[in-house]
């Protein structure tokens, strides 16, 4: 079992930053990768960014690529908090912005994507 929870999200100006947390917790947390996505109404649920369990390497979906940094902070193999710093945010970011917990970094690299755990989710708004 893996528990994950967002926090961080809000309203901020199109330019400005967020940074999303993801607290993530569990036995066997260190066999997964940990996905940001995100999904606004009305559209695909979209990859936004991973960062592989083995060797720490990030991925960036194209669309947040630069703009967008995944870090982490692991106090163990069962505890880690997973950070998700949002520059030059958009209106176009705007969405529901949820971690989860997958075998690998496909949802961003391609192939099949099937997270395990899912978070509940936090509102990002991007408005003027």
């Known amino acids: 079992q893996v528990q994950l929870v967002e926090s961080g999200g809000g309203v901020v100006q199109p330019g400005g930053s967020l940074r999303l947390s993801c607290a993530a917790s569990?036995?066997?947390?260190?066999?997964?990768?940990i996905v940001w996505f995100r999904q606004a109404p009305g559209k695909e649920r979209e990859g936004v960014s991973c960062i592989d369990n083995e060797d720490g390497r990030t991925y960036y979906a194209d669309s947040v690529k630069g703009r967008f940094t995944m870090s982490r902070d692991d106090v163990d193999n069962t505890k880690s908090t997973i950070y998700l710093q949002m520059n030059s945010l958009k209106p176009e970011d705007t969405a529901v912005y949820y971690c989860?917990?997958?075998?690998?970094?496909?949802?961003?690299?391609?192939?099949?994507?099937?997270?395990?755990?899912w978070g509940q989710g936090t509102q990002v708004t991007v408005s003027s």
């Open positions: 989860a917990a997958d075998w690998a970094c496909t949802a961003i690299t391609g192939g099949l994507s099937q997270p395990h755990y």
């Open positions: 569990g036995y066997t947390l260190e066999h997964y990768a």
